[in-house]
């Protein structure tokens, strides 16, 4: 499986009704273009090839809107291996390497925190978060959710992962 080497479990995310970006003529390139290069689009937005696979499978879509329901219905019926490959894809967030050293020595230690309690990175969507307020998101969701029992964890995890494909797949479609 692919893994960018950009990707990070907190992208910049384009914000707004998605209906705006409907017609982007991306979407017609999407839908057109042959089934390996659709699912290696959406592995890139979801690392998870039996998600990848189904959401290619499903072409075309009429709308974004149409794109975006099939990726959550593709995405709550993905089996624990299927979330655990998508899991395996994300890349934990970091800070710019100008911030403060404590900031980075707290962010790591939070995410081994994290990935030693649960077995796998740490996903959130930070939809609507400035840059600069992001760090103290990531650090904020991590000692909540470190409080979460495994299957409560799971179900938020799986939760996130699906808002961050939607972003990516605005992305996608969008060109930006």
């Not at 390996?36 to 499903?58: I, K, P, Q, T, Y």
């Not at 390497?97 to 740490?122: K, M, T």
């Not at 978060?129 to 799971?154: K, M, N, S, T, Y």
């Amino acid at each position: 499986m692919r893994q960018p080497a950009t990707r990070t479990a907190v992208p910049v995310q384009k914000s707004g009704p998605a209906q705006d970006r409907a017609d982007a003529p991306e979407l017609d390139r999407f839908n057109t273009a042959p089934s390996a290069e659709a699912e290696a689009a959406l592995l890139d937005c979801f690392g998870s090839r039996r998600w990848a696979g189904r959401v290619a499978a499903h072409r075309p879509y009429p709308d974004l809107d149409a794109l975006l329901a099939a990726a959550d219905e593709a995405g709550y019926d993905l089996s624990p291996p299927d979330l655990a490959e998508a899991l395996a894809a994300e890349v934990s967030p970091g800070l710019h390497h100008a911030a403060p050293y404590s900031a980075h020595l707290a962010l790591r230690a939070a995410h081994a925190a994290y990935e030693c309690r649960f077995g796998h990175v740490f996903v959130i969507c930070l939809d609507g978060f400035e840059p600069a307020e992001q760090p103290d998101q990531v650090l904020a969701g991590i000692r909540a959710r470190l409080g979460h029992d495994p299957d409560q964890e799971r179900v938020v995890t799986a939760d996130e992962m699906r808002r961050l494909a939607r972003g990516r797949i605005i992305e996608l479609v969008s060109g930006s």
